[in-house]
């Protein structure tokens, strides 16, 4: 019985392992024009895979919770003329928590503080 227990703990806790560890990734975005939105990507390679939209407050203030697997690179980006965005590394299990300040050109975003994540401070 005891071995049978032990197999399906293991089977839990490497399943957890393969889902990813949840990451929370909070912030704001100041100075952005009224009705903006902004998008939450990953860097894949040559490519950017869409994660999530970053659903902002009256204060510009976002919050999601993400299942990371591996280190991996984000890209928040801005809805607004030429689609301004900014990286972030994101890791498993990481609360991560970035200001931000769009610049009035829009021509790219200002990162004013991070909080939570070893490689961006």
Same mark, same amino acid.
């Given at each position: 019985? !005891?071995?049978?227990?032990?197999?399906?703990?293991a089977?839990?806790?490497?399943?957890?392992?393969?889902?990813?560890?949840? /990451?929370?990734?909070?912030? /704001?975005?100041?100075?952005?024009?009224?009705?903006?939105?902004?998008?939450?990507? !990953?860097?894949?390679?040559?490519?950017?895979?869409?994660?999530?939209?970053?659903?902002?407050?009256?204060?510009?203030?976002?919050?999601?919770?993400?299942?990371?697997?591996?280190?991996?690179?984000?890209?928040?980006?801005?809805?607004?003329?030429?689609?301004?965005?900014?990286?972030?590394?994101?890791?498993?299990?990481e609360?991560?928590?970035?200001?931000?300040?769009?610049?009035?050109?829009?021509?790219?975003?200002?990162? /004013? !503080?991070?909080?939570?994540?070893?490689?961006?401070?």
């Amino acid at each position: 019985m !005891k071995k049978l227990f032990f197999i399906i703990l293991a089977l839990i806790l490497t399943s957890g392992v393969a889902m990813g560890q949840k /990451t929370i990734f909070s912030g /704001t975005l100041e100075g952005l024009p009224e009705g903006a939105s902004a998008l939450l990507g !990953k860097v894949n390679g040559n490519r950017l895979e869409l994660v999530d939209t970053l659903r902002l407050d009256s204060k510009g203030a976002f919050g999601l919770e993400l299942a990371v697997k591996e280190p991996a690179m984000y890209v928040v980006q801005v809805a607004v003329q030429g689609g301004v965005m900014s990286h972030v590394m994101l890791e498993p299990g990481e609360k991560v928590h970035v200001d931000y300040l769009d610049l009035p050109s829009h021509k790219s975003l200002k990162l /004013t !503080k991070v909080k939570g994540s070893e490689n961006m401070e």
